[in-house]
């Protein structure tokens, strides 16, 4: 038995199928193939029930995978620990970024995060919650930047700062003489959101739900905060935005950006993390130079 072969069914069991395994580590699919049965014969029994689409572990297979997990993450532990000691930050962070995020603040933190940290190999994906939150769960990413509460149960979150969201109104629309917002004046036939799948659109309506029920549908809905803004210029609508999206706003269009009266209209910012994941001196890194990055 070796570290390969856990590692590897490890794969299997959570993307499902050794085709997507094997890419997951950059392996041939019959090398990958041929560690896991090599396992199974070490063993004596069948680890994965092959007939299954996905492929799924058998009770054999769940009981060796629960041990595969803890083992992995001893061995992962034993690098962290001596690459601590020798006083170095290396190795792969797989990180995930919401898309209400992404544009407005990787651009801030990587320059210095990589120039600080040559030896963190870092892959990022731009992904919606609901995929992060699975891909977290599934070992596919180690690390995410989202919403705080968002994520659920076996994944820690550690809060980084506070996003206000505010108002951004059509010139059209009768609040754009307002300079402060009240949500309970807000025609929800006015609002445009995001799609289903943004975490910040669920916050909108939840926002928008203190005082009244949304209608059943909406007039336009978009993946992309830039979308909904260049919406609400062209109509009479308005929209949310978070306080991060702010400075990229062009300087004749500030006046339409409205602030919302009281009450919970705001956002966490959070690192997501799985709790299995021992690399604390590559999170500890992030954390800080993205804390260092937004105080200037």
């Known amino acids: 038995m070796t570290i390969i072969q856990l590692e590897y069914l490890l794969a299997v069991a959570n993307c499902g199928s050794f085709s997507a395994a094997a890419e997951h580590c950059f392996v041939t699919q019959p090398s990958l ?26 009770e054999a297979g769940e009981v060796v995978l629960a041990h595969a997990r803890e083992t992995l993450k001893a061995y992962d532990g034993i690098k962290e620990s001596v690459a601590e000691l020798k006083g170095e930050t290396a190795g792969k962070l797989r990180l995930g970024v919401i898309p209400t995020i992404a544009p407005y603040l990787l651009h801030k933190f990587l320059p210095t995060f990589v120039h ?10 731009e992904m919606v919650t609901a995929d992060i939150v699975d891909a977290l769960r599934r070992d596919r990413l180690d690390a995410a930047l989202v919403a705080g509460g968002t994520c659920g149960e076996g994944i820690n979150e550690q809060e980084l700062f506070s996003d206000r969201f505010y108002a951004y109104v059509s ?4 609040l754009f003489e307002r300079s402060n917002i009240r949500i309970e004046d807000i025609d929800l036939k006015d609002l445009v959101i995001l799609s289903p799948g943004n975490c910040m659109r669920d916050q909108v309506i939840e926002l928008c739900q203190a005082k009244r029920s949304m209608p059943s549908h909406y007039s336009f809905e978009s993946g992309s905060l830039d979308t909904l803004m260049r919406i609400v210029d062209c109509t009479s609508c308005l929209t949310i935005i978070p306080e991060m999206a702010i400075e990229y706003i062009p300087a004749e269009h500030r006046a339409q950006l409205k602030t919302l009266a009281k009450g919970a209209t705001s956002r966490k910012i959070a690192v997501a993390v799985r709790r299995t994941y021992v690399k604390n001196s590559i999170i500890k890194a992030l954390t800080s130079t993205i804390l260092g990055c937004m105080s200037h």
């Open 116 to 125: 600080d940290y040559p030896k963190v190999e870092l892959e990022i994906s």
């Open 171 to 174: 010139p059209n629309n009768p």
């Open 33 to 58: 193939s041929m560690q896991v049965k090599a396992l199974e014969e070490e063993l004596g029994v069948v680890l994965l029930d092959r007939s299954k689409k996905p492929v799924i572990p058998t």
